[in-house]
DNA sequence: AGCACCGTTGCACCCGGGTGCAAAGAGGGC
DNA sequence: GCCCTCTTTGCACCCGGGTGCAACGGTGCT
């Protein structure tokens, strides 16, 4: 009797009406043991609850999805896992979410599997949002027809979004850009230039175009924009490089604004170990993102810190309902170091 | 007639038994359409197709789910998310199952939530699997008894496991510290020194004392080891000042060998710009991992890099059952770079 | 013509748990 | 003792799609 109950134990799960059996009542009883202010007499439910834990019983979350019509996950699209910045603001991003007992399901975007692809995979998975968190791909993808099928909201996260369907939370590029320009001025820096990465992205358009502005309003226009094409370190060192090769000492900036901490980084490096340069010295530079390499002393990055964790659980907020989903963008500050 | 058809849409997902409707034939058909090699008239296929193309008809993946017993998830915990190494071997997994239409989970384990509770719940999400990218809990953890009602496989990735029911999908430790060794014999180091992160780690134990074993094989006993206790880079910069105050230049070790490359960047810092010290003439790291960062000129740091891709790739083939599950250690390969 | 056979289709019932409602039981007031 | 009410419980049916089997029709064969 001991071994063939086992046998079956180990091969299948047990289920409400296992413990039902067990406890000695019908199988909406169990249920309403493991739902909170459910009606039903306190010894039946320590009965209940004492047969589960004697079967090993846990609900079946997918079979409660398929009633719920919420799978209490959320999917998170990445498509620059070469940006170190992404790990801190995925380990925010889940702990955010378990908070609230949700589960992030991450995915890849890459040449196989585009964003439209991904948004509609994760819609048929049935998860509650899907957050991008997305830097290389153009607003207008998410306009495509095949999308309207896809019931999932959607959110994006540290960029802007320019559709009305699609709620971003992002940091103020025009206050931050504003605040490096500040702190340049008070430094007595006159040559600044910036440098980019994917040029489809409106976010980099927008911190270039918000720079670009500031100084233009000071007199000075027609800014030098080193267009990188990505994110990625050794990139903006080559870039970095062949803007040092091609131009004199004397033509050069004196500052260079980079969009986010990975490209300043790699510039950093042509600069002092490509071409012996001093920083600041003979160049300054300024980061974006408030990553902890900046901090390191190999770097000593003077940085805009984006608000990460205000941006998170924001954005949380809305994904809960506590929040109406609405662009919301805020301020961060600027962390000044040793390299400007 | 328009109109409320729209509103009705757009509140509902459209089912197979819609999709049915609309192609005139039965919902058994719908789903045989969508079934590869299924038994179905090419001609209804087509048409069920284009009635399901027309409502924006795709398979609700949680229903499927519950009677093919098979997600296509796959739980992936995480616990050291300040390791930057992180990032590179999510890209990596994600990448890996996605090419097999699988997704991953992406679980943070903290003080809040812990391992057992992690793969519980997962558990109760189905999942196909669950892989531990830990790092700071114990095996003994995962021997708890309320762990037998899970019936998802698990296994750890580049980590070692003393549990049969756990399979490890790792990286040589010994070899990989007898390459570091022959190496550093081969520079003339003589005083080697190794920095470890959390020291509940098999994997630590494992470098440290393969490290250890390989010097007293060599007549050089009782080597120091600098215990961190986490794989943070500032914690990594704070013990090696400590060290470095207090021992005077003639006793320091002249090759510090950390645990991972995080860890050499921390120490490689305090020794450079906490005490002046010059890498690799006064002081030479090594670090593990292979990290990109490591080949940042502002580190150029000598690192024995795991061989990620294939151990990935391993691990996904036991997941989808190509291998049969087994515990696995591959070699990697020694990058020489300036920092030794 | 009669038969078997195959491709194709429909159906009953399953997966595991959730809802709304009705019935059963307990308790109180008259 | 009766009735009414409230708590507790059971039940039918649902969620959306998957399985095994039976029935259907047409073909090719004898």
């Keep these: 009797m001991g071994l063939p109950m086992r046998g079956a134990d180990l091969a299948r799960k047990a289920t409400a009406t296992d413990v039902a059996l067990a406890a000695g009542v019908s199988k909406w ?14 010894e039946s439910r320590l009965r209940v609850l004492a047969a589960a834990d004697r079967l090993g019983y846990r609900p079946n979350l997918l079979a409660r999805s398929l009633t719920t019509k919420s799978t209490q996950q959320v999917a998170v699209l990445v498509d620059d896992f070469a940006n170190p910045h992404k790990l801190p603001v995925l380990h925010l991003l889940t702990a955010a979410l378990q908070r609230e007992r949700l589960v992030a399901v991450l995915v890849n975007i890459d040449e196989q599997n585009g964003p439209v692809d991904a948004i509609l995979d994760a819609d048929q998975r049935q998860v509650d949002a899907v957050v991008l968190l997305g830097t290389s791909f153009r607003d207008e993808t998410l306009r495509q027809p095949a999308l309207n099928a896809a019931r999932a909201p959607l959110y994006v ?6 559709l009305d369907a699609v709620k971003a939370v992002s940091c103020d590029a025009a206050a931050s850009m504003e605040a490096v320009g500040l702190h340049l001025v008070a430094r007595g820096y006159r040559r600044p230039g910036f440098m980019s ?5 409106s976010t980099v358009l927008g911190r270039s175009r918000h720079f670009a502005a500031f100084w233009a309003d000071r007199g000075i226009e027609a800014m030098l924009d080193i267009a990188v094409g990505t994110y990625d370190r050794r990139a903006a060192g080559e870039a970095m490089g062949r803007y040092l090769a091609a131009t004199p000492a004397s033509d050069r900036v004196d500052v260079l604004v980079c969009e986010n901490d990975a490209l300043a980084i790699g510039a950093m490096d042509a600069a002092r170990f490509g071409c012996g340069l001093d ?13 902890d390499l900046a901090a390191a002393p ?17 954005l949380v907020d809305m994904i809960v309902g506590r929040l109406d989903p609405t662009t919301v963008s805020l301020e961060g500050r600027l962390v000044v170091r040793g390299s400007t």
């Design 197 to 201: 990465g994917p040029r489809t992205l």
């Design 279 to 291: 920083v600041p010295g003979d160049l300054a530079f300024v980061g974006y993102d408030g990553t």
């Design 29 to 42: 009883t169990v249920n309403r043991a493991f739902k909170k202010d459910a009606p039903i007499a306190e």
């Design 157 to 162: 996260l540290a960029r802007e979004s320019t």
């Design 298 to 314: 190999a770097y000593d990055l003077t940085t805009y810190e984006q608000p990460m964790a205000a941006m998170v659980d924001r």
